[in-house]
Every structure is written in structure tokens, then in C-alpha cells.
């Protein structure tokens, strides 16, 4: 990054986790580009944490109740890392949010927060 590579740094974050050419395209001429670009120095940490992509072995310390989203209209690899991340965590639960994508809707997930953590 050094280099004034950030929006390549971003890319390759992306490649890593699973996310087509395509979409990383489409994202790189969308709004939200420059965004990302600028937390480009923060991907060493993610890329740390996550070890090479797998699901971090801290999760199985976690002992809070957990709640996984997923939006049904994400891609494949997406919706299967919040699976698993869920799995790797003891007593958590996964939900995925009907038509919602990675972006999810406040208005979608707000009572679905609500009634994870203030059951009737």
C-alpha cells in the first residue's frame, strides 16, 4: 500500500475471500470504492484474523449469545462463511434474511435483532 496500491489491496481482499472478478469490477466503479480504498491499511488485521481464510479458532471461546445474518441474495460463498462462522461458534444461531444481499436492510434486521434478544 505503500505503493499507492489501495484499490488493488481492496481487490485482492476480495479475490481472497471467495468474490467473483466480476463483482470485484462492479465494485470497483461503484460509489462506495473510494470508501474502501480507505480502510485498505485495515485488511492486514482482517487478513490476520481470519488466517488464510479459514474461521478464526477464538469463536469457539465465544460465549454470548450469537446471532449470524446472511442475505439469501448474496453470493454462495458468502451465505456458507456465515454458516460455518455460526457452526464454529457454541450455541449460536444463523438466519438468512430473505431477498437481502451483503448490504443488509436496517429495517429488515432490526426486528429480527429484536426478537433475538427480547424474545416474547
Known amino acids: 500500500m505503500e505503493q499507492g496500491r489501495r484499490g488493488d489491496a481492496v481487490a485482492l481482499f476480495m479475490a481472497s475471500t471467495g468474490m467473483p472478478d466480476a ?29 488464510g ?6 469463536t469457539a471461546r465465544i460465549a454470548v449469545p450469537t446471532l449470524v445474518f446472511s442475505g439469501s441474495a448474496s453470493p454462495d460463498v458468502m451465505q456458507d462463511a456465515a454458516r460455518a462462522t455460526a457452526a464454529a461458534i457454541p450455541g449460536a444461531e444463523h438466519r438468512s434474511l430473505p431477498d437481502q444481499t451483503h448490504a443488509l436492510v436496517p429495517e429488515v434486521v432490526a426486528p429480527v435483532l429484536t426478537g433475538f434478544f427480547a424474545p416474547a
Open 23 to 51: 463483482a470485484i469490477a462492479g465494485a470497483r466503479s461503484g460509489p462506495g470504492w473510494p470508501t474502501l480504498e480507505a480502510i485498505a491499511p485495515t485488511l492486514a488485521y482482517d487478513d490476520a484474523v481470519l488466517a
Open 53 to 58: 481464510g479459514g474461521i478464526p479458532s477464538a
